[in-house]
T-cell receptor, first 112, second 115 residues
Framework: SQKIEQNSEALNIQEGKTATLTCNYT??????LQWYRQDPGRGPVFLLL?????KEKRKERLKVTFDTTLKQSLFHITASQPADSATYLC???????????FGSGTRLQVQP | GAGVSQSPSNKVTEKGKDVELRCDPI?????LYWYRQRLGQGLEFLIY????????KSGLPSDRFSAERTGESVSTLTIQRTQQEDSAVYLC?????????????FGPGTRLLVL
């Protein structure tokens, strides 16, 4: 079955460093990937979308890449801040099916 | 207007009871989605409504689960004869037209605990 996999171990980094989160997909060729942020007790909030024909997308301190050869997306937060601490979810989408396939998320902890 | 709202925010029930979870989407959004999130896991698609089209029920895990939507407004997810494995956060999302690539706006979820 189609799967989106994210590192389940928490990522701990120092404030000011760049955080890099990984999303891999198997048995699947998503037409696009979306990244969401989820804080404890809240619903996910959309951050960025990248299409399969796009190599890289940027938005402020966020950068996401899409490598169809490696079947992987990388999500970067530069100049990280403690307020960036949250769980980040990767989700794959198709043109035909409206529901997204989500990974289990990676928890990021930015230490001051 | 306001974002997606869900009620109740928490629900504790006994095994075998039925529960109803409610979702109010963003006004004007024609597409509505239900997802389930078990502890430490990703979101699992349950059902999708788009306008007057037949809903996509392909994610419902068993016939104990059903959902309805009144026009383009409120939706209710019903779980009959609840089991302990139904314990999870149930998230509702809406999007403007249900088009591919559209941002989904999520509610805060209903935390269901089945004892």
């Amino acid at each position: 079955s189609q799967k989106i996999e994210q590192n389940s171990e928490a990522l701990n980094i120092q404030e000011g460093k760049t955080a890099t989160l990984t999303c891999n997909y198997t048995n699947y060729s998503p037409a696009y990937l979306q990244w969401y942020r989820q804080d404890p007790g809240r619903g996910p909030v959309f951050l960025l979308l990248i299409r399969e024909n796009e190599k890289e997308k940027r938005k402020e301190r966020l950068k996401v890449t899409f490598d169809t050869t490696l079947k992987q997306s990388l999500f970067h937060i530069t100049a990280s801040q403690p307020a960036d601490s949250a769980t980040y979810l990767c989700a794959g989408g198709d043109t035909g099916r409206r529901a997204l396939t989500f990974g289990s998320g990676t928890r990021l902890q930015v230490q001051p | 207007g306001a974002g997606v709202s869900q009620s109740p925010s928490n629900k504790v029930t006994e095994k075998g009871k039925d529960v109803e979870l409610r979702c109010d989407p963003i006004s004007g959004h024609t597409a509505l989605y239900w997802y389930r999130q078990r502890l430490g896991q990703g979101l699992e698609f349950l059902i999708y409504f788009q306008g007057n089209s037949a809903p996509d029920k392909s994610g419902l895990p068993s016939d104990r689960f059903s959902a309805e939507r009144t026009g383009e407004s409120v939706s209710t997810l019903t779980i009959q004869r609840t089991q302990q494995e139904d314990s999870a956060v149930y998230l509702c999302a809406s999007s403007l037209q249900g088009q591919s690539e559209e941002t989904q706006y999520f509610g805060p979820g209903t935390r269901l605990l089945v004892l």
